[in-house]
């Protein structure tokens, strides 16, 4: 079922889902539903599962050391199908543009179709680690709106080198990102707007947002989609800080402002069990307060570890 129908048959009330990430290769799924289990009581009517981009690897040969590309993190598809099997649950497997050429995006969307996935997050991806910027992968898309594009006439039996007739087409519920506090890259939070803007006008079904912890952010960045004509459900992604280092690095690779409150109460922690509780704490807050205002969903960044988001969870639904 498409994440839009998920929200309408839920009648106004708020939704909880979540968001993981694939296990490095080599390591067994089961630590992936380890961490799902305890939050299946929640009823998350979909899950996304990241797509992680090919990273340069250097393998020791002899003493010479041989510069490979590889993904650490494969297997977004067969996840999403697995906990599909598994919980009788909608998946989404984000679908980026950086390190996929159309023809494999296009391969990727076949097999997601053949089995019954009905929902895909279009993104762009990040620069790889070695790039100042976002490279295009040669024969791939340079940004979201054009694999937007790419979904979108797959829906209607448009193939990259074919048109297909046919009664069977796919019928893909697309997800795009948004960011409260504009993309890193975009010049103002207006100019970023007026591109998703043009990503829904391209098909994309709903919004995504980028983690925030001040919700005025997010409410002012609703504000201003609605008055530009965005008028499709904008979901908003809520992380837990979970260790005291994310004061440092969550800033600089997001591109957000976190609260002096909330800086403040990490920095007084004397381990990390302490920060994770203020961590809870704060998206606890977030959640009740954006769930009285009446957001569509809740959708947590888990990043692999669920005793946080559980604990969340249960305070607010
Ligand atoms: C909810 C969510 C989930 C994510 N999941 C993943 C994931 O699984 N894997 C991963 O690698 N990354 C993921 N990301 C990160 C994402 O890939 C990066 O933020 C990336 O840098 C931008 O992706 P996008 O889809 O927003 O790109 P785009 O919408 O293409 O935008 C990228 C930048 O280009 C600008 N822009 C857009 N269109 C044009 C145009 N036509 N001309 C000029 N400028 C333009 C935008 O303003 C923006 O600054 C996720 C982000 C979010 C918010």
Request: hydrophobic letters at 40%.
């Amino acid at each position: 079922m498409k994440v839009t129908d998920h929200i309408k048959k839920a009648n106004g009330n708020t939704l909880f889902s979540f968001e993981i990430i694939p296990p490095v290769k080599g390591r067994s799924i089961q630590e992936l539903y380890n961490n799902i289990d305890p939050l299946m009581e929640f009823e998350p009517p979909f899950i996304d599962v990241t797509t992680s981009r090919e990273e340069y690897v250097y393998i020791d040969r002899d003493g010479l050391l041989d510069k490979k590309l590889t993904r650490m993190r494969p297997g977004t598809v067969g996840i999403c199908a697995s906990i599909k099997h598994k919980y009788d649950v909608d998946t989404v497997p984000h679908v980026l543009c950086g390190g996929f050429t159309k023809e494999e995006t296009e391969y990727l969307l076949v097999d997601c179709h053949y089995l019954g996935i009905d929902n895909v997050m279009a993104l762009r991806g990040d620069a790889m680690k070695e790039e100042k910027y976002f490279e295009p992968t040669k024969g791939g898309h340079p940004y979201a709106i054009d694999l937007i594009r790419q979904i979108q006439n797959l829906n209607c039996g448009e193939y990259l080198h074919e048109v297909v007739e046919t009664d069977h087409c796919a019928d893909f519920c697309i997800g795009a990102a948004g960011y409260p506090e504009k993309h890193l890259e975009a010049p103002s939070l207006k100019t970023d707007l007026k591109r998703l803007k043009e990503k829904v006008d391209a098909g994309a079904d709903y919004v995504v947002t980028q983690m925030f912890f001040d919700n005025k952010k997010y409410f002012e960045f609703v504000k201003q989609a609605r008055a530009i004509g965005i008028d499709v459900p904008i979901i908003p992604g809520i992380k837990p800080i979970a260790v005291k280092r994310h004061l440092q690095l969550l800033p600089p690779i997001f591109r957000i402002d976190l609260p002096q409150d909330l800086i403040d109460a990490v920095e007084a922690c004397k381990d990390n069990k302490a920060v994770r509780q203020v961590g809870i704490e704060w998206a606890i807050e977030q959640s009740k307060e954006l769930k009285a205002a009446g957001v569509p969903v809740l959708h947590y960044y888990s990043m692999g570890k669920s005793d946080n988001i559980k604990a969340i969870a249960k305070a607010v639904f």
